[in-house]
């Protein structure tokens, strides 16, 4: 009876280990920004996807655009249309890549104990089962890259020039597009226009 009691024990404790081992944090975004280091004025701006970017279009695109109208709205900018003296364009990536699964699963062993009825007393004897909770799984990671220029006009010189890349696992709230694109932006236009050529890490 020890023996069963104790085996189920484990089993409970077990449990919430497994729990916790699935548990992702929150990845930083990596951003890098580019610019000339002349003052550049808040007004009006277009954003839109890049006419390459065919990957973004519908919703998804929509989804970028207003996130980074929201993170320029931040820092002063107002959203402008056609006329704009200020457009941006955005264009997105994303890859899928596999995350290490886990060690090894989780094993839980029964013993076998002492009894009696051998010659000259109790004879030691007894088996070991081990077998495991749950199995190795991969899990899968969506890497996520948004890259923004600013021009004076449509087709004028490049005066900022940024991107951010994070990843998430596919599980994860923070895959989901909106999440992604809300993250992405705040991140890159967090303290615009930032330090020219230098890389960093935004939690």
């Not at 020890?2 to 992702?24: E, S, Y």
């Not at 839109?48 to 655009?65: F, H, K, R, V």
């Not at 994303?94 to 290490?100: A, P, V």
């Not at 596919?170 to 999440?179: C, F, H, I, L, V």
Request: charged fraction near 20%; charge should be positive.
């Amino acid at each position: 009876m020890r023996k069963t009691k104790f085996v189920a024990l484990m089993g409970l404790t077990a449990v919430p280990a497994l729990m916790l081992g699935g548990c992702q944090t929150t990845n930083p975004v990596k951003v890098t920004r580019f610019h000339l280091g002349a003052p550049l004025d808040r007004g009006a701006v277009l954003v839109m996807a890049n006419p390459a970017a065919t990957n973004i279009a519908g919703l998804e695109g929509e989804l970028y655009a207003g996130a980074i109208r929201e993170a320029m709205a931040a820092q002063g900018f107002a959203a402008g249309d056609q006329g704009a003296p200020l457009v941006a364009s955005f264009t997105v990536g994303r890859t899928i890549r596999e995350i290490e699964p886990p060690r090894s699963p989780v094993t839980i062993g029964i013993g076998g104990g002492s009894f009696g009825g051998g010659i000259g007393g109790g004879v030691g004897g007894g088996a070991s089962i081990g077998f495991g909770v749950g199995k190795k799984r991969a899990r899968e990671a969506y890497v996520t890259e948004l890259a923004v220029q600013m021009r004076r006009g449509a087709a004028g010189e490049i005066v900022w020039e940024g991107r951010a890349i994070t990843e998430a696992d596919t599980r994860s709230p923070d895959a989901q597009p909106a999440a992604t694109a809300r993250k992405l932006a705040q991140a890159l236009f967090k303290g615009f226009p930032g330090e020219s050529g230098r890389t960093i890490s935004v939690p």
